[in-house]
């Protein structure tokens, strides 16, 4: 039942996201990230913020954290790297997201542990409080760091930003991820439609490890 | 303790609005809708996004409302007037609107309902998928009616949108309540700051009924 329920599901949101390319025309099969390319580099000058309540929010007078900050080791570099790996996704409270991307990480978190990852981190254009509010129903937030972007300013500067309107979700990103170490970028992962699920669960970038 | 944190929050939040109008220069006194303005002649075309799940949102093909399906009564008129009061707030997990404005119109859902109230509705610029995980939380669901706003398309026909990207919150809208008869508005409230709860709570909407 859940599972033919997850398949609809699939199914009528890739047929309305590929309606949208037909007609927005601006499918684009690259982004500006792949193997090789410096993640704090691509996005210089850019933050993130870490997925908090709305009173640590007011607490931390709404800071941010800088692409740097997340992505570099900061202390016995380059005797310490730091080894992070990032999944991208189009929404809190979407269905894939809710119901694939974010338990395939969580589910796994020990086998990432036992390659050496410092840090699994899940991003996603929305604000930290809705974020941190669906990391808590999700109950993630023990495994996984949760980051917004609430203005896209990240996904745009890596080229991964994507309207998702058709869906009322206005701007959004594409459903990706990347493993990258001290900030180089040494797996990158694209799905072709945001409703896919192939190329961006932990499986396969527990494989390129 | 609780309350303590409630006046940090809102002292706190109030001086950063204070200061992000201080520097934006776009503080407006009124808006584009007060008593006797036709909400529907006001934001012609536009639509709002019931609350709901994703997978409700994939079955429903993403429809959205009409603004005239949700004021205006649609049978029997003009002898069954459509009574409806409406409140919008800044975003869903954030600390008035979770702590005080919900709550405010949820406690009192009888009074309103005794006063002849068809349908009493909060609108936030989120999307209903993000507002829909918000209004189970807050287990308010059975009182109240949940629309989205998703590109702030309503809110800014009525000229109530505000950037709180100072908050990491982006586009979204002032905090305001409304006392609607078949589309013509007999009580408009606004806040002078997102961050104030002094005359759009169910109290004062009330004695406006």
Redesign the interface.
């Known amino acids: 039942m859940a599972s033919s329920?997850l398949k609809?599901?699939s199914y009528?949101?890739m047929k309305?996201v590929a309606g949208a390319l037909a007609i927005g025309g601006s499918s684009r099969a690259y982004a500006a990230i792949a193997a090789g390319t410096d993640i704090v580099s691509a996005a210089p000058n850019v933050s993130l913020?870490k997925a908090r309540?709305?009173?640590e929010?007011?607490s931390s007078?709404?800071s941010?954290t800088p692409v740097k900050d997340i992505f570099k080791a900061r202390f016995l570099y380059p005797y310490f790297d730091k080894k992070v790996v990032i999944f991208g996704l189009p929404?809190?409270?979407?269905?894939v997201c809710?119901q694939q991307h974010v338990p395939s990480y969580k589910n796994n978190i020990d086998k990432f542990k036992a390659k050496g990852i410092d840090s699994v981190i899940c991003v996603a254009v929305?604000?930290?409080?809705?974020l941190?509010?669906?990391a808590e129903?999700l109950q993630a937030k023990d495994a996984i760091e949760f980051y917004?972007d609430?203005?896209g300013g990240f996904h745009k500067a890596l080229d991964l930003d994507k309207d998702l309107?058709?869906?009322?979700?206005?701007p959004r990103s594409h459903r990706w991820s990347a493993y990258v170490v001290d900030g180089k970028v040494k797996a990158f992962n694209l799905e072709e439609a945001p409703s896919d699920f192939k190329v961006s669960g932990a499986d396969v970038i527990l494989g390129q490890i």
Not at 126 to 130: A, G, R
Not at 165 to 170: N, W
């Open positions: 329920l609809r599901t009528s949101a309305l913020q309540s709305w009173d929010g007011v007078k709404f941010a929404g809190a409270y979407t269905g809710s929305n604000d930290p409080y809705v941190n509010g669906w129903k917004g609430f203005d309107s058709v869906a009322l979700l206005g």
